[in-house]
């Protein structure tokens, strides 16, 4: 594992999720593995953590998250964008060697089944939350954070530090048609500033 990599405290798990940016998920269930670019995930409740995901009927990722009943949110970077828009276009049922072709590089951390992406800025270890209605009415999937991680160059101490990071550190926002925005300039009401 990188040595930038550091955990992330679970009281402050949603601190990764809370500026809404462009997710990766990653899932795994019996020697297959898959990420998908996800622009609906939200941080849901501090303790325990948890957060919510939009997973497509279509997407092969789905499966594998309902299969294993575990997942892995990461914040990627905009260093990242072409993976990041690759990842959430291609399907793996129609591509078998989308991972492959995309470039991705995956590791693991120990104790965890599920794929990591590297380079991202963020991740959370996720346990699923079975909520059979939601996730057949809405899409929608709920996750119990139980592990967080994050890079020291641009999270530590609880907080990002985009500003100071450089702008390939940047975490992604999806607005349509392969359109992104970089996250923008850090403003502070400490600062005075109107």
């Given at each position: 594992?990188?040595?930038?990599?550091?955990?992330?405290?679970?009281?402050?798990?949603?601190?990764?999720?809370?500026?809404?940016p462009t997710v990766l998920v990653s899932a795994h269930h019996d020697g297959v593995d898959n990420v998908?670019?996800?622009?609906?995930?939200?941080?849901?409740?501090?303790?325990p953590p948890k957060l919510t995901v939009v997973l497509d009927k279509s997407a092969r990722t789905r499966g594998l998250v309902e299969q294993s009943g575990?997942?892995?949110?990461?914040?990627?970077?905009?260093?990242?964008?072409?993976?990041?828009?690759?990842?959430?276009?291609?399907?793996?049922?129609?591509?078998?060697?989308?991972?492959?072709?995309?470039?991705?590089?995956?590791?693991?951390?120990?104790?965890?089944?599920?794929?990591?992406?590297?380079?991202?800025?963020?991740?959370?270890?996720?346990?699923?939350?079975?909520?059979?209605?939601?996730?057949?009415?809405?899409?929608?999937?709920?996750?119990?954070?139980?592990?967080?991680?994050?890079?020291?160059?641009?999270?530590?101490?609880?907080?990002?530090?985009?500003?100071?990071?450089?702008?390939?550190?940047?975490?992604?926002?999806?607005?349509?048609?392969?359109?992104?925005?970089?996250?923008?300039?850090?403003?502070?009401?400490?600062?005075?500033?109107?």
């Amino acid at each position: 594992m990188d040595s930038h990599i550091a955990p992330v405290e679970l009281k402050k798990a949603y601190r990764l999720l809370n500026h809404g940016p462009t997710v990766l998920v990653s899932a795994h269930h019996d020697g297959v593995d898959n990420v998908m670019a996800a622009a609906w995930a939200c941080a849901l409740d501090y303790a325990p953590p948890k957060l919510t995901v939009v997973l497509d009927k279509s997407a092969r990722t789905r499966g594998l998250v309902e299969q294993s009943g575990s997942f892995v949110i990461q914040v990627p970077t905009a260093a990242q964008l072409v993976l990041t828009h690759t990842l959430g276009t291609v399907s793996l049922s129609e591509q078998p060697d989308k991972l492959e072709r995309s470039g991705v590089e995956l590791f693991r951390i120990e104790g965890c089944e599920q794929p990591f992406v590297a380079g991202c800025s963020g991740w959370l270890q996720c346990k699923l939350l079975q909520e059979p209605h939601n996730q057949q009415a809405y899409d929608l999937f709920i996750g119990e954070v139980i592990g967080a991680w994050a890079d020291t160059r641009v999270f530590r101490e609880g907080h990002w530090h985009f500003d100071q990071a450089g702008p390939a550190w940047r975490s992604l926002h999806y607005i349509a048609g392969g359109q992104f925005y970089a996250i923008g300039d850090s403003l502070s009401v400490h600062d005075g500033k109107q």
